[in-house]
């Protein structure tokens, strides 16, 4: 068993080591939500927030409570919701008819509040999904950046629809307008970068919205909260808590969510699509489950491969859609890459959030490490063995990596998305095996090709081309730069997200033509000199 594993039985703190600038004090009990530019007083029941991180104590581990959420019910769900489709006033209320230089100011504005809760923010990560220091806030950090970078492409794509176009005789000028109400709920391992990714360009394109954040990583929309409440209009961005089942269902029942943004199993979303009455009219921006596998060829540079497979199948835990969550390795090589790879697994230290170079962190998802032990067991049972030293040792939320070797179909592994620490790997003879494996799943997110012969790559590139959104060559899958279109097939997205995609994905493109004669030439020109519409105009932003 490697050192790491050694640390197990003292992985946990006592109250006292906890370093003083990481300390959160008394537990939070949070009874405000916000509706209509103002926060509502909730008098109802709680959800109780609860730590992945445990305490060493006398008594043994102890979970930290953090706090507590209103857990809203239906009727306080759609009295959000009535102030977000008030807000839009079917297209005729002041955020949705706003000039866009206007609307970019309000976001910037919000900005500068948000940069300001950036430790508040990031303590909690830590705290409430297990997120270590430097991913925290890296991804604090990024969400900022990913204002940042929406901000300038809508000012580009503005620039663009300033101007007129003549087709046949047919003067007409095209812009993007928004599409209504929008439904933003985000991902718990991402649960303000990947939410911010939906709900920034929803409301910068003039969408009002409801936001329901991540069933973990809760609390740590608190701290943004004023500043949502006072850096848009009333209306425009409403928030709220509670269970899904009651609040989102009553949402999706009423039939006045035009936009549904959301990050989750296909399962949870389409039992939730089908809710909606009216569902031609419902835009949809859905991330959902994935099983990326990676492809280790014979001639793969086998340091490189094992180092962004590690990287790939067990950042944050291996909570990530984007991870790798299989591992086929060409048989030859099966055996040293699996040496090295738990050789290096090794190496990863385990521990709480913030200490200094900490890989591995407990789990915030109740029954996670339950859950992954049978399909370890199950593994086990059906011919594989746990290759690295300690692996799929469990201590109360924590669960420390289980490399599972050899894998093969009739394994439960094979199939589910583990969605944590557990990485199968699969010998192969027959590349056909593999590709076959891609072309029945019913996911289509990304993979990875490890590889040097540029005939077998092309020929695995155009093979997988319609099969995934992404294709990564001696790479791990990932969803940066955002720059990049994030998308998927089958059953693991809907729509494409990208700072480019996001926005037109919240909008639509709405064309304003005349016949090309004078009298409408001077009608148009007035119009614009004069200032009498938002839409119709030849403002150039800067």
């Known amino acids: 068993m490697p050192e790491e594993a050694h640390l197990l039985p003292r992985l946990f703190p006592a109250p006292e080591h906890i370093p003083q600038a990481y300390q959160l004090g008394q537990p939070q009990e949070q009874r405000e939500y916000l509706v209509n530019g103002r926060f509502e007083h909730w008098a109802g ?11 060493h104590t006398e008594q043994g581990d102890e979970p930290v409570i953090l706090g507590a959420t209103p857990r809203l019910d239906a009727s306080a769900a759609l009295a959000a919701l009535d102030a977000a489709v008030h807000a839009y006033d079917k297209g005729r209320g002041a955020w949705p008819m706003m000039r866009v230089a206007e609307r970019i100011g309000y976001v910037e504005g919000f900005l500068a509040r948000m940069r300001e809760q950036r430790e508040a923010v990031v303590t909690l990560l830590m705290w409430e999904i297990g997120k270590n220091l430097k991913d925290s806030q890296k991804e604090f950090d990024r969400t900022c950046d990913y204002i940042v970078d929406t901000i300038n492409a809508l000012k580009d794509l503005d620039r663009r629809s300033s101007r007129f176009e003549l087709e046949q005789g047919i003067l007409g000028q095209i812009r993007r307008v928004p599409l209504g109400v929008a439904l933003c709920m985000g991902p718990y391992n991402y649960p303000l970068n990947e939410t911010f990714t939906t709900l920034i360009p929803a409301l910068i394109m003039g969408n009002t919205v409801v936001f329901k954040p991540a069933k973990f990583g809760v609390l740590l929309v608190r701290p943004l909260l004023q500043a949502f409440r006072d850096s848009f209009p009333p209306g425009v961005i409403n928030v709220i808590y509670g269970s899904g089942r009651e609040t989102v269902t009553a949402l999706m029942q009423s039939g006045k969510v035009d936009v549904f943004a959301f990050i989750g199993t296909h399962k949870a979303a389409s039992d939730l699509k089908k809710l909606h009455p009216k569902p031609h009219r419902l835009r949809s921006a859905l991330g959902l489950d994935a099983k990326n596998p990676g492809i280790v060829l014979a001639d ?10 590690l990287t790939g199948a067990l950042s944050f835990n291996g909570q990530r859609c984007t991870a790798l969550k299989i591992l086929f390795v060409h048989r030859s090589i099966a055996e040293a890459f699996t040496e090295r790879f738990c050789a290096q697994l090794a190496k990863l230290k385990p521990g709480m959030p913030w200490e200094e170079g900490v890989q591995l962190t407990p789990l915030p998802e109740p029954g996670k490490p339950e859950y992954l032990a049978g399909l370890v067991t199950d593994a086990l049972s059906k011919g594989a063995r746990v290759a690295n030293p300690g692996g799929g040792s469990i201590r109360a ?17 094979y199939q589910e998305e583990q969605f944590g620490p557990v990485v199968p790997i699969v010998p192969f003879d027959d590349l056909d095996s593999v590709i076959d494996y891609v072309l029945e799943s019913h996911y289509g997110q990304q993979l990875s090709i490890f590889g040097q012969n540029p005939e077998q790559v092309g020929r695995l590139i155009d093979t997988f081309a319609n099969q995934v959104g992404r294709i990564n060559l001696n790479a791990q899958c990932q969803r940066g730069p955002d720059q ?13 997200l990208s700072v480019h995609d996001a926005l037109r994905t919240f909008s639509i493109r709405t064309l304003v033509a005349t016949q090309f004669n004078a009298q409408n030439k001077q009608l148009v020109s007035d119009i614009i000199h004069d200032r009498h519409s938002s839409f119709l105009t030849t403002d150039y932003i800067f």
């Open 45 to 55: 029941p709680l959800a109780e927030v609860r730590s992945p991180v445990y305490l």
């Open 300 to 309: 793969a540079d086998l340091d490189h491969a094992v180092n962004e497979a």
């Open 397 to 413: 939320s924590f669960f420390y990596p289980a490399v599972l070797y050899p894998v093969a179909p009739h394994m439960r592994v």
């Open 484 to 496: 990049y279109p994030f998308n998927g097939r089958k059953d693991s997205a809907e729509g494409t």
